[in-house]
């Protein structure tokens, strides 16, 4: 049989009356309060922490505060150093200047310019003598047959190669510790050394201007075979070419030998490459003057002012003036 209110009412009754005494007995063995420490003991899983048997919850740390860096960790010390030092241990282009830059790029244009508008002023229908122009021998025909004609889209890469094996492949030796001191000496930090500026980018815009250049080459054959026409002059083309290529080696180099110029403290070893970089500065200069001294001949006794002038406007539009942008668009400059 199912029990009336009378017995349910029973049940609370007897419920209470075991709390109390369960509390009654809490407070005789641990005092005034005892209850509550008692209770909260059973119920929370932490309860034996003595904060917990107090009444009141852990104290726990408060998070690092990070506001203004304030108890931030300090930076590596990479990044505490000035930014021009970052930047030359990096594959960026740092020139001193914009000054050296416009310079860089300004003068192998304007003397570009100046031999083949000089070529065209003294242009000549005829050749000296009366001879051929197979048989016919200027001053710089022995670069024109053995150097430029043979390795011409392949004289920039020159200095390129040398100065990014020189940045690249030099390993600084360092003298190992061996016994307690290896132990217990910390790690020292890595030496900051320059770093070739633009290599991967100057291999593949050099790669791209050889493939454009061979592209327009065969392209100009093939009309002069097919129709007769003569629109350029693929000599001075490919030159136009190689200029921009060269064009763009003299500001990687200047920005290298500059680069190691301003690690020489931290790097002992930035000498060598320091020594490629002007090397392939001094190089690529060199190699200019004489093709320009050629090209200078290929104007005045090879072909006609009008090709002369359009492979001058062809070669500047399809090859300098991207050149140009891209290096001015790369440069950085070491604040004053």
Not at 27 to 41: E, M, R, S
Not at 239 to 244: C, I
Not at 302 to 312: C, D, I, Q
């Amino acid at each position: 049989m199912r029990g009336g209110p009378s017995d349910a009412t029973a049940q609370k009754l007897t419920q209470r009356s075991r709390q109390a005494a369960a509390a009654a007995a809490a407070n005789q063995q641990y005092g005034p309060g005892g209850g509550a420490a008692a209770a909260a003991n059973s119920q929370h899983p932490y309860g034996a922490h003595p904060y917990y048997q107090q009444g009141q919850p852990p104290q726990v740390a408060a998070p690092m505060s990070r506001a203004g860096g304030a108890g931030a960790p300090p930076p590596p010390l990479h990044w505490q150093l000035p930014l021009e030092l970052r930047d030359a241990a990096s594959s960026k282009l740092l020139l001193p200047s914009r000054a050296a830059l416009y310079a860089l790029l300004g003068l192998p244009l304007l003397l570009w310019v100046a031999v083949v508008g000089a070529g065209c002023l003294h242009w000549e229908a005829e050749l000296p003598d009366g001879a051929s122009k197979e048989d016919f021998e200027h001053p710089l025909i022995w670069f024109d047959r053995h150097v430029f004609r043979v390795w011409g889209p392949l004289l920039p890469l020159l200095p390129y190669l040398v100065r990014v094996a020189a940045f690249s492949l030099r390993r600084r030796r360092l003298q190992p510790q061996t016994g307690a001191a290896a132990a217990s000496a910390p790690a020292a930090p890595a030496p900051l050394r320059p770093a070739a500026s633009l290599a991967v980018q100057a291999g593949l815009l050099y790669f791209v201007i050889i493939v454009v250049r061979i592209a327009l080459y065969v392209g100009h054959v093939a009309l002069q075979r097919g129709a007769g026409v003569y629109l350029v002059s693929d000599h001075l083309l490919l030159a136009a070419s190689v200029v921009a290529c060269f064009q763009s080696e003299l500001v990687l180099c200047f920005s290298d030998a500059h680069k190691a110029e301003l690690l020489a403290r931290h790097d002992p070893g930035a000498g060598t490459p320091q020594v490629a970089a002007a090397s392939g500065l001094v190089g690529a200069v060199f190699v200019l003057v004489a093709l320009y001294g050629d090209m200078y001949c290929t104007a005045r006794w090879y072909h006609h002012p009008g090709e002369n002038l359009a492979a001058l406007g062809v070669g500047g539009a399809v090859f300098q003036l991207p050149v140009l942008l891209w290096l001015v668009r790369q440069a950085r400059f070491v604040p004053v």
